[in-house]
Each structure stands twice: as structure tokens, then as C-alpha cells.
């Protein structure tokens, strides 16, 4: 089996399973905040984890906040920024190629909190326009409540100037909070350097268990509390904390940290991959493609061809994709992604999602390669008819 | 050893770890949402559990929402009910025995929304006063935005009338939400006849991952996006489902139906302990000591005595609890639970909360006797000097 769907959820990484086959051999099963040996026991394990993490990441411990994962982490980044932003700053920037969560969560900002979204540009490789976005924050300058760009798409890969546009912000005091669901455990990452004020991670992008993640918070003075509790987590994130969970995400990221130079190798693969894909398939397209991208995604498509069809015939050959992001993969149309990169539908429709992980290798692309080629082969052969 | 802080974490039940074992065996690890058959068979396993589950609590499937837990679902109804709520609606009724997350909560309605919070008064066994209801319902009918009372206390296990209450609630046209985090899986409970428009479980109190849970909605119509996302729950909680967390809340709710019929021995064995303590120990006493409580869970004190003394003690015989809700256990004061009894500080501070759970029995409540006469009375001397 070829899993190449790692943008869309991660399985467990080996070592995190064997991780939690020994841990479900001990008794360690308690409330973190008891006063208890075992709660104290769990607790001071939550604390090594987040010493772990923040080597990971490039952070200091005490600026990862434990939740859910990134769905919960936007909409709790987002009404902090927002719901306490002074009453003088109403706008937001935000790009149109944000995850799913972002537009839901802004549409409740603008139609409940008055907020007016401005949108900057992308070019057609899935990458925002520096140039417009500094057009915009010059234009709005002092009622801008926040910037939100991703860093990495989920769809194309597509990596985006997060650099710049800390700076850009930093200069004119706004606040910018960039997606980093897809970079974390997949790209180079570091807070400190990376100068972003709010960043998420998701464990089960990066092989932790379903279920936890964080928030990143250069200064968590700004965070407020959104999931209602106690003291947890400074009482910023009520709730116990998910122990066993948190414990995998020190286990993956480690992992990661300590794999990460497989990176260049697998993105020479990916190259390579698509290179000789293209060479054979004069129609087919790469989305993005001339875009720095995270190292094993790559957005395909051939004109004509629904991806879907193209989904089915490498699940023939045990290789699982997805045809766009996975939490609206069942639905047959140009993705939003796509259609703010002004690509059409004929080819929209019919783009397949590869994304691999640092742990696969040139042998999984040349699988691919193998059965992909066989399925345009006998697809377009039924598109002619 | 004798865990006995189930109200605070119930430590993984014996056949949820079974599961897992068996679970982390498989490659089934993926996004539920992806087409993939992999993505397909889990998110069809998903719905089975909401089946099973749905059994359990006495719902129908569609009127559960899975979440990260009772933090996660208290804040999403009280939105749900209050950032919603028609204008002229800005009375809240609340008890002062409440777990944490609702105060804090409530807090930020009052603060920033301008919701008044009236609360209902609680006799001395910490069960509220239906008289006192229904005097606020009827003078505050139609600005009532929510009535929010738990099922049963964390701390000393008070069972509340909530049958009575939905029903005064129903009659006048009322919303009302019971935090059942402490009733589901301890106790009885019928989500169709209890009446409650809102319930709330979490995970690790009902021995299946901690991260994990679910919102009970009678009229789903009512949940807002809170968490937000792309169709998930329903368009109603965003993010990737918690798949195998959801597979062990199925397994544990499925123990509990199995094994409820032990309640009643439970129950029996703990109030014998409970009137051998008090015949040993005069000056004992058990807080609530009249309520209809859950089967196992006492809140005791000996004055004069600091309950942390007291969990120490026990924990020298591998006997676990705390000194009363863990998640504020190291506040070395009266909790605002025992305040709103009227409890003096000599008592309040010091208690120690037993909390066993349905597989345990007589056996566990007579060790926990012997060895907690046996800190009584090394304790006591201490005190007298």
C-alpha cells in the first residue's frame, strides 16, 4: 500500500504506535490537575512534551497552548485577535486559498462583529502578491485588526512568503496570524525566526493522535479564553488536557525533528516524478508548479479526466489520494483554492492530490508514476468516446 | 491499588485498552472525509459508534455532535443559546454549584454580552431548591435567555431534580442545559426523558480517551458553529473527527450499559462504609449526606483535619483520591461548591472526595475504611498538639 494522502490526515507514525502500545501497558490513566502522584506524575510529562515541542518549533515552551487541533485553534486565535480588537480596526486580510475554517470562521466576524475582509491577490501558481498586500496594509493601515495567509496551502502545497509578510506586518504594528497546519512536521519551520504572531499545528497532520494540537502565541497575553474551564493550560484553554495525546505529538515532532533532512530528497523525488509524468502526458498539468512547495505535494491534473475516475484506478492499485482537500473531497467541483488561482473548471475538476511524508521515498514515486500513467492511459481512452 | 478519583479522570477502561491494542494493530488511520475507501470506513465506523452511543444515552443519532469534551461543549451551547438569544432574552439562571467552565464562562455573557446571571439557591445537601426556580421562572419568564443546572455535582455527587426542572422549564417555554458530565456513564440517565434541550459528555470520565466527547441536542436547529470548519457534525464542529477517541466512547458507553445493573451494589457498599466511617469517627462527616448522590461518590470531611493530609495518608496504601474537584485541587481553600452550601472553612478544607466507579465494589470500600481510620487517627494526634 502507497498512502499519499498526508495532507489530508497523517496515519500514526510507526514509532508513535509503538509509543502508545507500551503506554497502554501502564497505569498512568489520571487527571493531570489532581494532587495525586499519578495526576502529578501526567502533569510533569505534559510539561517534558512541551519542552519537546517548543525545540521542535522554535519556541519558547510557554507560547504552546494544548487543544483540539487547528480548527479549534483558528477559531480561538481568531476571536482573541478579533473579538478584543479595538473598535477602530475593522478590517481583515485575509487570502481567498485559506483552509475551510478561515472564510466559515471570518463570515461569522463579518456578519455578527462588523468586519470588513479585504483579499489579497494570488498569482496563478497559488502564491499571494507581496505587491497587493502591501497595497492593502498601506491603504488601511491603522484599521487593520489582522493579517491571516497561510503558510503552506493544503491543496497545491504551495508555500507562501511568510517571512515577508511578518516583516511587512511587524513594521506597520498589525498583528499576523499564519495557518501553519500543513508546514508544521511537513517544511522548515521556526516560530522565533518565522516573527508570526499566532501559528497552529494539528496532530494528525504530523502522525500524533487525532484529537490535539496547538496554539502558537508570540505573546500569549494576547490569547483570551474560548473554550471556557479553569486554570488549564494558564486558563486560557479550559478542559483536561489531553495527556496521552500531547504526549504523541512530543513523539512525532521528534521524529520529525530527527528526519527532517529526508526532505530534500523526497522534494528531488517529487521533481523528478512529475518531470517524467509531464514528459509522457503532454496535457497533464501540475498545479502550482512553479511554486516552492512542500516537498511531497503535488496537485495533478489532466483536462477532461475527473479526478475521481483517476482516484478509483490507484485504489485498484492500493495507492490512496485524495482530489482535493480532504474535508471537501466529496464534492464535485472546482475547489475554492482553485478558483481563486483562476484555474478552470475543465481542469479543476479533474485534479488528483498526491502528498507524501518525509519517511516515503523515490520507489513510492515511481509506483505512482507506474499506476498513474496506466490510468490516464485507459481514462482518456474513455474520454474519447 | 484502589483508584478512587473517577469523578476527576476515570482511567481507561480494561476494554477500551483491548480495543486499542487491537485498533494500533490495523492501517486504519486516515481522513474521514477523504473518498478513499480508507477515509470511507472510517467515517462509516464513525456512524456506527453514534448508533451505539446514541443507544446508551437514550437519544437519536443525529442528535449527537462530537467534540473534544464537556469544556468544548459547554462553551459551544452557551453560545449557542446566548450569542443567539433574542434581544429582549438577558436573564440567565444558573446554580452556584456549577463545575468551573460555566462560572468562567457566564463571566464573559455578563461582561461582555450584558446577561444578568440570577443564580437559584442549593440547601445544604447541594441540591437545588426547586422553590427557588420557580419563583426566578416566574419572574423572569419571557427575558429568560437559559437555565443551566448540572445533573450531578463533581464534587459531592448531589444529584439534581433535573426531570423537575425540564418540566418547569418546558412549561414555560424555557431553554435548559444540564452539564451530565458526571451523570453519563455513572448513573441513570435518558436523554429523551430527562427533557434537557442540551447534554454534554466527555470522554475520560466514562473510562474512554480523554480528548474526546459530545453534545446531546434535542432540537439540533439550536447549535451554532462555534468551532468552525467545513461540514463536519453537520456543518456544526468543524475539524477532523476524533475517530478512534469517538470508537472508544462507543466501546466505554457500550461497558456501562452492560455493567449499570452493579450501580445498586455499588450504592449499597458505599453506604455502609459511609455509616461505619460515621460510627468510628463522630465528628465525621459526610457533605451532602442526604442528597440522592451517584452510586459511588463520597465527599467527606474531619474537621480540623487538611484533607491533602488525609490524601497522602491513603496514598501510602496505594489508595487514590483528591480534595475535590481536580481541576482545582491544589487551591488550598473552601471551593466555591462547598461555599454555596454554607459549609464552614473548618470542614471545607478538609474533605477528600471518593469517587469510585461502577467496577468496583465492597471489597475496595472496606480497604478504603481500614486505611482511612488509620489516617484518622494518626492525624488527629497531630492535630491536638
Redesign the interface.
Known sequence: ?I?A?YN?????LPCV?DY??RR?ET?L???P???????QKIYSGIEKCREVISKSVGCYPDQIFF??????G??HILFSCL?YAPKNKKIIIASGIEH???P??LK?YEE?RGFEIKKVDVNQDGVIELESLYKLIHEFNSSIALVTIMAANNETGALQPIRDISQLCQENNILFFSDTTQLIGKGDFHFEDSGIDFAVC?G?KVGA????GFILAKNPTLLR????????ERGLR????????IETLAVALDDFMKNKNKLPLLEEARKKFEAELKKDFLDCRIIGENAQRLAGTSLISYPGIHG?AI?IEL?SHNI????SA?????QPETSHVLKEMKIEDDIGRGVIRLSLSYHQNQNDYEMILKALAQAFNKLKKIKAY
Open positions: 500500500m498512502y494522502d489530508g490526515s497523517a496515519p500514526l504506535k502508545l502500545k497502554l497505569d490513566f489520571a487527571n490537575n489532581a494532587i495525586h502522584s499519578m495526576g487543544n483540539s487541533g487547528s480548527s479549534e483558528i477559531s473579538e475551510a475554517v478561515i466559515s470562521a461569522y455578527r494539528s494528525h493522535l487525532t484529537g490535539s479564553s474560548y473554550i471556557f474551564g479553569s486554570h488549564q479550559g478542559g483536561t488536557q489531553n495527556y496521552m495525546a475521481q482516484q485504489e490512496f489520494v485524495t482530489t480532504a474535508c471537501s473531497d466529496n
